[in-house]
């Protein structure tokens, strides 16, 4: 979402990097580092993740600095390896992206936090909710958990950084609504579809490449 340090600076520059880092070190702390310096096929797919993220987020689109809108694809990070592990995938991503000179080096806890931290811990919790709430369903988990869980998290990432833009009067609040909140419907349902199509996908082929999702409660139980 390109937020720099020449959009937001101050207090919530570093309410940003306080944030970001903290729930960064916590990621840190809680992943499965036995498991993952164990598993090879658990290597290469965090590693093939982090790259097509990467490329990914190359396709964007925007008009003013910093209200720059592109796929986040960080809820099938969520659901493939956990909270923990898609914070650090996705954050690999983001340093690759900032090293090829698409994002700066001084706004990089700022996307962190709005592209990364808020979306993937919107899309766990979304997770833990309909675990908690609903039946053990293969359509449960796939409409609300990918398609709606991908298109809220993206409403989430975005709503944060437009509110870090109005609340540090860079932007007007009607100039964020014009040319940014008014699109995030749009990108949304593609979001959710994207993620949805993926997570289909896996869920059909590749169970076990899924952390969250246990073939045999949700498939060979029903």
């Known amino acids: 979402m390109n937020l720099t340090t020449d959009l937001i600076s101050g207090f919530w520059f570093w309410f940003a990097q306080v944030g970001y880092f903290t729930l960064l070190g916590f990621a840190l702390w809680s992943a499965p580092w036995s498991t993952l310096f164990s598993s090879r096929q658990l290597q290469h797919l965090l590693l093939g993740t982090t790259v097509g993220l990467m490329l990914l987020w190359q396709m964007r689109a925007g008009v003013s600095p910093g209200l720059g809108i592109h796929f986040l694809g960080v809820t099938v990070l969520t659901l493939m390896f956990g909270w923990d592990l898609a914070i650090l995938s996705a954050s690999l991503a983001l340093l690759g992206t900032t090293l090829i000179g698409h994002e700066v080096w001084n706004g990089f806890a700022i996307n962190g936090l709005s592209t990364i931290v808020i979306p993937v811990l919107v899309s766990y919790g979304i997770l833990r909710r309909v675990e ?28 944060s950084m437009s509110f870090l ?5 860079v932007y007007s ?11 995030l419907p749009l990108i949304m349902f593609p979001e959710g579809l994207l993620n949805g199509i993926i997570m289909t996908g896996m ?20």
């Open 173 to 183: 609040g009607e100039k964020i609504y014009q040319e940014y909140i008014q699109i």
């Open 165 to 169: 833009l109005w609340i540090s009067d």
């Open 132 to 159: 908690a709430k609903l039946p053990t369903n293969f359509f449960i988990y796939l409409f609300l958990c990918a398609f709606l869980g991908a298109g809220v998290a993206t409403l989430c990432g975005g709503l």
């Open 203 to 222: 869920m059909v082929f590749y169970p076990d490449w899924i952390r969250t999702f246990d073939a045999k409660k949700y498939i060979d139980d029903q």
